[in-house]
């Protein structure tokens, strides 16, 4: 059974820092691509950023591109995510998901991933 455990969400000021932590189980990690959407109150779910089996390749929403930095470690079935420059538009609550490839052509279709989290909460006060 297939298992991911978010954690590392907080409140936090604006202009503040976090890092998210995913810990997979239950899966071969190192054989698939992963990503964190997020989803903040009366929006849809949002993609965020996505990472390759291999750690090549990250993606970025627009939204977040040079301010998140996603990451894995594949010895630690762990994907992660930092947070900087953080903005109270950011808050939501933040869910990693692993995707059915190993690399992605796609990586933003939520449709592509079969696993979720729980999510953890994150939210930027002004």
């Known amino acids: 059974q297939v298992q991911l455990v978010e954690s590392g969400g907080g409140l936090v000021q604006a202009g503040g820092s976090l890092r998210l932590a995913c810990a997979a189980s239950?899966?071969?990690?190192?054989?698939?691509?992963m990503a964190w959407f997020r989803q903040a109150p009366g929006k849809d779910r949002e993609f965020v950023a996505s990472?390759?089996?291999?750690?090549?390749?990250?993606y970025y929403a627009n939204s977040v591109k040079g301010r998140f930095t996603i990451s894995r470690d594949n010895a630690k079935n762990t994907v992660y995510l930092q947070m900087n420059s953080l903005k109270p538009e950011d808050t939501a609550v933040y869910v990693c998901?692993?995707?059915?490839?190993?690399?992605?052509?796609?990586?933003?279709?939520?449709?592509?991933?079969?696993?979720w989290g729980q999510g953890t909460q994150v939210t930027v006060s002004s």
């Open positions: 239950g899966l071969t990690f190192s054989n698939f691509a």
């Open positions: 998901a692993r995707s059915q490839y190993g690399s992605d052509s796609r990586p933003g279709q939520a449709g592509n991933y079969v696993n």
């Open positions: 990472i390759n089996w291999s750690a090549s390749n990250p």
